[in-house]
């Protein structure tokens, strides 16, 4: 397809489009990052609003939640990048789902028990949340079920994109068993799903998973399997379709919540999508960038999604026991609380995330386990 008098579509090696040396996409990475520290700024914005409630809604920036709608793609992409050699195998359903166990279990369970100890605590640096049997136990088996005061959270606020994260790994897990065509096979699916849901069956609390959004993690997959065809954007067309993506998210700040989540895969999940598929397509300039921060907010990407909750209520109930008030104490526990939850991450994907997976996958291979 050319456009402009170039080429809008190239067709190249998967190795001249692919990953570094380490196996990595280098342009998902930083976007992982950028996801991250998206949701981070989102929650800041509501920790300020709270516990400095004269500024109103101006430090709320309500697009930084759209960065759940990047790492959806992000997981659709890097699951079939990762595993799409497993459908040949026999047991790779089984090796599949060891790993993503490994990934997300540990820091998740960590990380909901640690919320349980501090609301036990510490109850004034939790304000939205209300402990309950049920609801606990629906949070370590991530089951969607909903809190003392209505919401369909977990204990861990956050953990209710890792609910449609482990959907999704199950539904990519059984696949593998059947030994179907993955692409296809996935995205026919998690459409049935969607449909299901519109027909009524999300209403029932724990099946909220059949939602619109998961049809987000299918557009990672196209994606992938694109790249793993060769076809990437012109680079060009690859940078002026970002910044179009980006220019959409940053429009729907002036949106209210509620007519952002009737439109979801259309105002966050588009251009979520096409941020990826931008990012993959300009991966052979950005493999040469030397940005070690970013790449180190990518690969603690996890870290900082689970950990900064708890930064941040550290934070509001310092700003409250200071008794700040106004717009620039406000922009300052803004920018000071965003900074830390990123610190405060990336020490936690050094000192306890990683040293876990690393612990378990060698306790996996002791165990005779394919690598």
Known sequence: MRVLGGDFWRRESARAAGPDAAGTYVGVQLLRGLAAVMVVVFHAGLMVRDRIPEIGERLV??????????????????????????????????????????????????????????????????????????????????????????????????????????????????????????????????????????????????????????????????????????????????????????????????????????????????PGAALLFAAVSLEPAIARLRWRLSRLAGDASYSIYLSHGFVLAFCGVAAAKAGLHGVPAAAAVFAVSIAASVAAGICVYAWVERPIIEFLLRWRRRRGAPP
């Not at 049920?134 to 088996?141: E, M, P, Q, R």
């Not at 220019?247 to 007519?259: M, V, Y």
């Open 61 to 270: 920036a309500v697009a930084g939640a759209a960065g759940v709608d990047l790492f959806f793609p992000i997981s659709g992409f890097v699951m079939l990048i990762s595993a799409r050699h497993l459908a040949a195998r026999r047991d790779g359903w089984r090796v599949f789902a060891e790993r993503r166990l490994i990934r997300i279990v540990p820091l998740y369970w960590l990380a909901t028990t640690a919320k349980v100890a501090l609301v036990l605590a510490v109850p004034a640096a939790a304000l939205h949340t209300d402990l309950s049997w049920w609801h606990g136990v629906a949070s370590y088996l991530f089951i969607f079920a909903r809190n003392g005061h209505g919401l369909l959270e977990p204990i861990v606020p956050v953990g209710w994109t890792l609910n449609y994260e482990m959907f999704f790994y199950a539904v990519f897990a059984a696949v593998l068993f059947c030994r179907r065509p993955l692409v296809l096979t996935l995205s026919a699916v998690m459409l049935v799903a969607v449909l299901a849901g519109a027909l009524g069956l999300r209403t029932i609390t724990p099946l909220a998973m059949l939602h619109p959004i998961v049809l987000e993690f299918v557009a990672g997959m196209w994606i992938a399997a694109l790249t793993q065809a060769g076809f990437r954007a012109h680079p060009a067309a690859a940078v002026a379709l970002a910044l179009a993506a980006l220019a959409a998210l940053a429009a729907t700040s002036a949106l209210a919540p509620a007519e952002i989540e009737r439109a979801r895969l259309l105002l966050w999940g588009l």
